[in-house]
């Protein structure tokens, strides 16, 4: 009688297993791995799996870079030009060109894709908006780049001004939508005063905006009166509270100088040093984590920073040698920001800390770019506005100015709630 039960006992077991794995295995999108990522699905992958009907029989034009990529690592520019339902005749490249191999600000011109044979048009050459001629052979745009999270990120604009360019000309314009790195809910920092607008900050949002590319396109449409036939292909499980380290993507740098995650973390922040004559870690393994210039004391900097006791947070007393940029081949000494809890660090506050930080330790070395004819340097562009630069100046407190941008970023807030999507 044991015998018969146990031998029932091991049947049940055996079934409830084989049970299990064949409700595990129904439960996966096919070639997708384990984990967060098979319940999360790019622009890219619903638009060819399941909206491709919304390019077909068209003339495709395509505006991506490196990280225009499936979550198998597949190019987007490799699946449209290989599928026989898509007809793709055109590229365009934002700053650093389609392929990724332009520098910071260094113009590309003109040329012909050597995988593809496809003509491809810079967004970041003598045009930053695509002219008529450039769009003769499309019917619709595809925008297809990973963002970063940052105001003065450029491909955001690039994708302004093609959605302009677009509706001028009469033609529609997709695009394919990715998370937001640095999560969904997070929005920090001033919103940028139009008089201070460029291609590092066109229109007033805050430094970290929390919005997905595809929410900001629509944004950008109605906000700031573009008017373009625009369509979004939206991601299919991705959650505002999802940093990007928290889905299975990989991450692939989106320009040189953004090469991991942590650099996105911290970029909303460390950027601003690129306004001021330190190096940002440009030329480093550590771009936008390692600061510092000739003048420093890494450790009394370090120390400094630490006493502050910002949130999420270590400074590591580091010394380094530019390979390109500020300080190229000069040993030049300051710290590497070590995040140490993502959630409640705060990149914009640290990144104002680090400055003041450096104005009042080294009064007689530390410098803002110099400003340009109409009084305007480039760490107000970054920061977009003139009234923080001259509060540093002053001695005012970090927290004096969170305190001064806290309405207009509580009416930006109104207003984004009303496009987003996630």
Excluded: C
């Amino acid at each position: 009688m044991k015998k018969t039960i146990g031998m029932l006992l091991t049947v049940i077991l055996v079934l409830s297993s084989l049970s299990a794995v064949f409700a595990d295995k129904g439960g996966h999108h096919p070639g997708k791995g384990k984990g967060k990522q098979e319940e999360l699905e790019l622009g890219v992958d619903v638009l060819l799996g399941e909206q491709k009907d919304l390019i077909e029989g068209k003339r495709v034009g395509l505006i991506t870079n490196p990280t225009g990529v499936d979550q198998e690592l597949n190019s987007i520019v490799d699946l449209l030009h290989h599928d026989p339902d898509i007809n793709l005749t055109t590229l365009y490249g934002p700053e650093h060109g389609v392929r990724g191999d332009a520098q910071a600000g260094e113009y590309v011109e003109f040329y012909v894709d050597e995988t593809t044979g496809l003509p491809v048009y810079s967004l970041y050459g003598q045009t930053r908006k695509p002219t008529p001629e450039m769009l003769e052979n499309v019917d619709v745009l595809i925008f297809d780049i990973q963002d970063v999270g940052t105001r003065f990120y450029t491909y955001i604009y690039t994708m302004a001004y093609a959605m302009e360019a677009a509706k001028e000309n009469g033609k529609e314009f997709i695009v394919l939508d990715r998370p937001n790195p640095l999560g969904g809910h997070k929005v920090e920092g001033p919103v940028l005063e139009t008089e201070y607008a460029s291609f590092i900050g066109n229109y007033p949002i805050p430094l970290r905006h929390g919005m997905t590319v595809g929410e900001l396109a629509k944004l950008f449409n109605e906000e700031f009166d573009i008017g373009a036939d625009l369509t979004v292909v939206e991601m299919d499980g991705w959650k505002r509270d999802m940093y990007y380290d928290d889905t299975e993507l990989t991450f692939v740098l989106p320009s040189p100088n953004m090469p991991t995650f942590d650099t996105a973390l911290a970029y909303p922040g460390a950027a601003l040093i690129e306004g001021t004559n330190l190096s940002e870690g440009r030329g480093t393994t550590k771009p936008f984590e390692m600061i510092g210039a000739p003048f420093v004391n890494s450790t009394e900097f370090a120390a400094a920073l630490n006493n502050l006791e910002l949130p999420g947070v270590r400074f590591r007393a580091a010394s380094f040698t530019p390979s390109i940029s500020k300080h190229a081949g000069t040993l030049s000494h300051g710290v590497q920001i070590h995040i140490t809890n993502k959630k409640s660090f705060k990149p914009v506050e640290t990144g104002l800390h680090i400055v003041k930080t450096l104005h009042d330790m080294y009064p007689e070395d530390f410098e803002f770019r110099a400003e340009s004819s109409d009084g305007i340097s480039f760490f107000d562009n970054l920061i977009g506005n003139g009234w923080i630069r001259e509060a540093i100046e002053n001695g005012d407190s970090v927290k004096s100015m969170e305190k001064e941008w806290k309405k207009e970023l509580k009416e930006f807030n109104k207003i984004r709630k009303e496009y987003l999507i996630y």
